[in-house]
């Protein structure tokens, strides 16, 4: 089975400072996507950004990138001129090319101070 | 207005009650999605279903049920709720992609259940 491992329960950051949260996976699937979701004190899931296995480019979205290592199973978010809206929990989530059943991670409590 | 809802958001049952938990969309998904998520576990899949006529269970079906009343509602039961189905619960939907595969999954408020 695929696993989700996030290694920082929690982290801290300084306003308008760079913070990169970790991600590693166990798969034998050439195929797959992976996914950063974030989850404020309001609850919602929200999709922070979203990798294709086959796809070599890092995703961008504005102030939110990943780092995505293939070889070494690593998918860690970068988040850029962090703000305090970005303090919530970050969920990493694996899920297998052609298969609904997504896997999450135990996710990183994130702490933004002013 | 919000593209995926769920009732109640907030439950108090007890052991052995039976008990549903709704979720509908606006999205015009075809797939929807039930999880769980505890403390230090993330969250874990319950069960999905790709239309009306097509249920799957998913990591942890055991103790649920569901319902796909229509291409918008899915809903979960409990037959005879148990306390450690205290969780938050979060409903989701998705699209296929023009690859074959579901694209992003879109979640639900949650819905927080205390079973005593």
């Known amino acids: 089975a695929q696993t989700v491992t996030q290694s920082q329960p929690e982290m801290s950051v300084q306003e308008a400072e760079t913070v990169t949260l970790s991600c590693t996976y166990d798969?034998?699937?050439?195929?797959?996507?992976l996914f950063w979701y974030k989850q404020p004190p309001s609850r919602q899931m929200i999709l922070v950004i979203r990798?294709?296995?086959?796809?070599?480019q890092n995703a961008t979205e504005n102030r939110f990138s990943v780092n995505f290592q293939k070889a070494a199973k690593s998918f860690s978010l970068k988040i850029s001129d962090s703000q305090l809206g970005d303090a919530a929990m970050y969920f990493c989530?694996?899920?297998?090319?052609?298969?609904?059943?997504?896997?999450f991670g135990a996710g990183t409590r994130l702490t933004v101070k002013p | 207005d919000a593209d995926v809802t769920q009732t109640p958001r907030n439950r108090i049952t007890k052991t052995g009650k039976r008990i549903m938990l709704e979720c509908s969309q606006t999205?015009?998904?075809?797939?929807m999605y039930w999880y769980r998520q505890d403390p230090g576990l993330g969250l874990r899949l319950i069960y999905y279903?790709?239309?009306?006529?097509?249920?799957n269970k998913g990591e942890i079906s055991d103790g649920y049920s569901v319902s796909r009343q229509a291409q918008a509602k899915f809903s979960l039961s409990l037959e005879s709720a148990i306390p450690n189905q205290t969780a938050l619960y979060f409903c989701?939907?998705?699209?296929?992609?023009?690859?074959?595969?579901?694209?992003?999954?879109?979640f639900g408020p949650g819905t927080r259940l205390l079973v005593l």
């Open positions: 798969t034998s699937e050439s195929d797959y996507y």
């Open positions: 279903s790709f239309d009306v006529k097509d249920i």
């Open positions: 989701a939907t998705s699209d296929l992609g023009a690859s074959g595969a579901s694209e992003t999954q879109y």
């Open positions: 990798q294709e296995a086959y796809k070599q």
């Open positions: 989530a694996y899920r297998k090319y052609n298969n609904n059943d997504m896997r």
């Open positions: 999205k015009g998904h075809d797939r």
